[in-house]
């Protein structure tokens, strides 16, 4: 059965920068794309970027491009993001998630295509 563990969070200041791992057991990272999403208190999950398996087609939301990036590395079983200029408002749950078909940009954007997830990593920034 495919696990998938974040970690990496925590309580950092305005500006500051984190790395957030997931790494996935029970399976072969370089079968699945991996997505990451982030859920703030009383708000819906949000996506905010994803890697295919074959590690070249990566995606983001429109309103994290920039200040976040994501890659793999599949001999480590784990998909990082780096999130860097942290603000008060990128205060959530992160979540990543993980999934063995279909991917493209419309397909990684939604939860409902995904088959595995991790319990989340809480993300808070202090402003």
């Known amino acids: 059965q495919v696990q998938l563990v974040e970690s990496g969070g925590g309580l950092v200041q305005n500006g500051d920068s984190l790395r957030l791992s997931c790494v996935l057991s029970?399976?072969?990272?370089?079968?699945?794309?991996v997505g990451w999403f982030r859920q703030a208190p009383g708000k819906e999950r949000d996506f905010i970027s994803g890697v295919h398996r074959d590690g070249i087609s990566i995606y983001y939301s429109d309103a994290m491009k920039g200040r976040f990036t994501i890659y793999r590395e599949n001999a480590k079983n784990t998909v990082y993001l780096q999130m860097n200029s942290l603000k008060p408002e990128d205060t959530a749950v992160y979540y990543c998630?993980?999934?063995?078909?279909?991917?493209?940009?419309?397909?990684?954007?939604?939860?409902?295509?995904?088959?595995?997830w991790g319990q989340g990593t809480q993300v808070t920034v202090s402003s």
């Open positions: 998630a993980a999934t063995p078909g279909w991917y493209i940009r419309s397909y990684a954007m939604k939860i409902d295509n995904y088959d595995y």
């Open positions: 029970g399976g072969t990272l370089s079968g699945y794309s």
